[in-house]
Antibody, heavy 123, light 108 residues
Framework: QVQLVQSGAEVKKPGASVKVSCKAS????????INWVRQATGQGLEWMGW????????GYGQKFQGRVTITRNTSISTAYMELSSLRSEDTAVYYC????????????????WGQGTLVTVSP | EIVMTQSPATLSVSPGERATLSCRAS??????LAWYQQKPGRAPRLLIY???TRATGIPARFSGSGSGTEFTLTISSLQSEDFAVYYC???????????FGQGTKVEI
């Protein structure tokens, strides 16, 4: 069965960086894009960026441009999301999700999600 | 930018009752609409895509309808495990930023 398993919770100080991993299993890792979505406590879902694990191509939301980097290691079917220059507003649960692109010009819907990683930014 | 608006914000229903959740897009998204269920402390789960196609393993009591700008998620007979927050998401237009609605909480 398809699974996305994320790394554990992190506590970081303002200005630091965090790197969250997402290990895929149950399907061919390079066949589907991986996206990252975050959710602040009690808030809605916010898309951050995507990566094609086959090519390594990435795209990021305007809000996160310059601060987020998505990478992968295909040998271990794992994607990574690194967010830098952390501030208190970045405190949230970060999810990786497998993206499905139904047609040219459309964007993703997400058929499988990781369990989430809580990142707390606190002095 | 397409804005997704869900209503109501909170829906109070009893087990066994029918629940009807609405999602409106500020412009047409064709049938490129998904619904997700999220329980406290859990990741979202895909329920419906293509406005009306149930995802793998989703019970038949969940159904989606609509196209263009008006969409509905119906839960025909609420079970205890269905009390959760439900999000709609349009995926018709790139980029994927701000594609989610704000959610509807279904509570007892």
């Amino acid at each position: 069965q398809v699974q996305l398993v994320q790394s554990g919770a992190e506590v970081k100080k303002p200005g630091a960086s965090v790197k969250v991993s997402c290990k895929a299993s149950g399907y061919t890792f390079t066949s589907y894009d991986i996206n990252w979505v975050r959710q602040a406590t009690g808030q809605g879902l916010e898309w951050m960026g995507w990566m094609n694990p086959n090519s390594g191509n990435t795209g990021y939301g305007q809000k996160f441009q310059g601060r987020v980097t998505i990478t992968r290691n295909t040998s271990i079917s794992t994607a990574y999301m690194e967010l830098s220059s952390l501030r208190s507003e970045d405190t949230a649960v970060y999810y990786c999700a497998r993206g499905r692109l139904p047609s040219v010009g459309a964007t993703y819907y997400f058929d499988y999600w990781g369990q989430g990683t809580l990142v707390t930014v606190s002095p | 930018e397409i804005v997704m608006t869900q209503s109501p914000a909170t829906l109070s229903v009893s087990p066994g009752e029918r629940a009807t959740l609405s999602c409106r897009a500020s412009q047409s998204v064709s049938s490129n609409l998904a619904w997700y269920q999220q329980k406290p402390g859990r990741a979202p789960r895909l329920l419906i895509y293509g406005a009306s196609t149930r995802a793998t393993g989703i019970p038949a009591r969940f159904s989606g309808s609509g196209s263009g700008t008006e969409f509905t998620l119906t839960i025909s007979s609420l079970q205890s495990e269905d009390f959760a927050v439900y999000y709609c998401q349009q995926y018709n237009n790139w980029p994927p930023e701000k594609t989610f609605g704000q959610g509807t909480k279904v509570e007892i």
